[in-house]
């Protein structure tokens, strides 16, 4: 019979422990009772925070029931709690985005007074990306990227968009400000390359990390639509007139200022070098040759 290995549970437990960390945004937020105060006297917090009041001195109460001088949202639930030497601490859970307004009931009119501002929690995203002509084999030449949130049925409205730029490795978090937990399709989009979608939509929790990889394979992307290089699945470049399709109206712009020896940060440069050149010109010509243009629903 196998003994039993103590440091496999303890490590078993820490990973469980730190990923579950690292998922989750919420926390707990102190005041302090004392003086006749509360400390900090207004706070923000996150629907699925806690609040934690802690006793140092004196007998005072922390009350939100909708009487005089407190508020809280519709839904929220009410609370009154004695913080002295004997209850010396309370805790209250938000559930419901709004203003709370509460009070010490002995002190209250002596301006012993706090309010809570709670914001819904929001979605993010751990996005991995790489564009066609960035990527070397090893890394990537790091590059903006606007992303949307998309409904997932027809006409895919955009929820919520944010910007971000990559790393060398092609991952970023980006954070959106508007759209609440739901399921979306993920739309990536760069200066020159193929607008590409996810394969299928995906459920994301506000407060919680979605992670999304497009280079694990061609099935990530709607009608894997990607190619392999050096063993990663990257967007299709050459789409510089932002028209879906690589054709002769991107081989012309990049001919162009190929011949110009244009340089700087530019469209036409599909390899992130700061310079349009013959490896511009036939990555373009290439992908133009092969009809490669954008696939959606």
């Known amino acids: 019979m196998k003994k039993f290995k103590p440091t496999l549970f303890i490590a078993i437990v820490l990973l469980a422990f730190f ?47 909708g009487s005089a001088l407190t508020s809280r949202p519709a839904g929220a639930a009410a609370w009154n709690s004695n913080i002295n030497s004997v209850t010396n601490t309370f805790v209250y859970k938000v559930t419901v985005a709004g203003t709370y307004n509460y009070k010490c009931v002995p002190h209250g009119g002596s301006g012993m007074v706090g309010v809570i501002t709670a914001s819904a929690p929001l979605v993010t995203l751990n996005l991995t990306s790489l564009m066609e002509g960035f990527w070397n084999g090893t890394v990537t030449v790091q590059d903006t990227v606007r992303v949307y949130l998309r409904n997932q049925t027809s006409p895919y409205a ?78 299709y470049g050459g789409d510089v007139v932002r028209d879906g399709t690589v054709d002769a109206s991107d081989i012309s712009k990049v001919d162009n200022d190929a011949t110009l020896s244009l340089s700087g940060y530019v469209v036409s440069d599909l390899t992130g070098d700061d310079f349009v050149d013959a490896q511009d010109l036939s990555l373009v010509d290439n992908n133009a040759f092969n009809s490669v243009s954008s696939i959606l629903p």
């Open 158 to 235: 955009i929820m919520d968009q944010a910007k971000i730029k990559l790393s060398s490795s092609g991952n970023g978090t980006l954070t959106f400000s508007s759209a609440p937990g739901g399921t979306y399709y993920i739309s990536v989009i760069h200066r020159n390359s193929i607008e590409t979608w996810c394969k299928n939509p995906q459920s994301f929790t506000a407060g919680t990390t979605k992670i999304y990889d497009f280079t694990t394979g061609a099935a990530q992307a709607f009608g894997n639509n990607m190619i392999l290089k050096s063993g990663k699945y990257v967007f």
């Open 19 to 65: 990923f579950n960390c690292k998922n989750s945004f919420s926390t707990t937020v102190n005041v302090s009772v004392s003086n006749f105060q509360f400390s900090p006297a207004s706070i923000s917090v996150q629907v699925g925070d806690t609040v934690r009041w802690n006793w140092l001195n004196g007998s005072h109460t922390t009350t939100c029931d």
